[in-house]
T-cell receptor, first 113, second 110 residues
Framework: SQTIHQWPATLVQPVGSPLSLECTVEGTSNPNLYWYRQAAGRGLQLLFY??????ISSEVPQNLSASRPQDRQFILSSKKLLLSDSGFYLCAWSVLGDSNEQYFGPGTRLTVT | QKEVEQDPGPLSVPEGAIVSLNCTYS??????FMWYRQYSRKGPELLMYTYSSGNKEDGRFTAQVDKSSKYISLFIRDSQPSDSATYLCAMRKSGNKLVFGAGTILRVKS
């Protein structure tokens, strides 16, 4: 069966510090991978998605970047965090191609102070 | 105007009630409609999806789509305290990107 992992689960970082969130998927090959952010009381905002190694599409111009160094690894990064980067970050995967079914990880709650 | 509108609630109902959750959308290009459930501090999980107008039933859950009105609904029969969660609607045109509503918080009281 497929499993998706995210770490860390919780993170408190000062403004201006760097960020690295990691997501890995097990039990499937060539998945589509996604990073979302969920602010309190708001829906999921798609940040990045990837259809393959090194292929990243950015949905929202901002302070974040993403990389996919391996087939089942997706990393979200920032060089300098802003207060507005606080939120619940979710990684998700789906089968390659068009799909209605996205499977989400447990999320990382980031607080920028 | 947001592409997908969803009342954030909270919606509070007694155990056993029928729950109606709704979303409206503005883009007629949406073809696929999904409902996700999200428990507190967890990632969302897919409940069901539908493609065409009409009803789709899965156990206590019924998804309804009215494309002419750009309106979708999720009905929960015989609601249970374990149904307490945030319910997110999501939609897709073509491709692999979903557009989510803000989510409705549901509380089922025992």
């Amino acid at each position: 069966s497929q499993t998706i992992h995210q770490w860390p689960a919780t993170l408190v970082q000062p403004v201006g510090s760097p960020l690295s969130l990691e997501c890995t998927v097990e039990g499937t090959s060539n998945p589509n991978l996604y990073w979302y952010r969920q602010a309190a009381g708001r829906g999921l905002q798609l940040l990045f998605y990837s259809v393959g190694i090194g292929q990243i599409s950015s949905e929202v111009p901002q302070n974040l970047s993403a990389s996919r160094p391996q087939d089942r690894q997706f990393i979200l990064s920032s060089k300098k965090l802003l207060l507005s980067d606080s939120g619940f970050y979710l990684c998700a995967w789906s089968v390659l191609g068009d799909s209605n079914e996205q499977y989400f990880g447990p999320g990382t709650r980031l607080t920028v102070t | 105007q947001k592409e997908v509108e969803q009342d954030p609630g909270p919606l509070s109902v007694p155990e056993g009630a029928i729950v109606s959750l709704n979303c409206t959308y503005s883009n007629s290009a949406f073809q696929y409609f999904m409902w996700y459930r999200q428990y507190s501090r967890k990632g969302p999980e897919l409940l069901m999806y539908t493609y065409s107008s009409g009803n789709k039933e899965d156990g206590r859950f019924t998804a309804q789509v009215d494309k002419s009105s750009k309106y979708i609904s999720l009905f929960i029969r015989d609601s249970q305290p374990s149904d307490s969660a945030t319910y997110l609607c999501a939609m897709r045109k073509s491709g692999n990107k979903l557009v989510f509503g803000a989510g409705t918080i549901l509380r089922v009281k025992s």
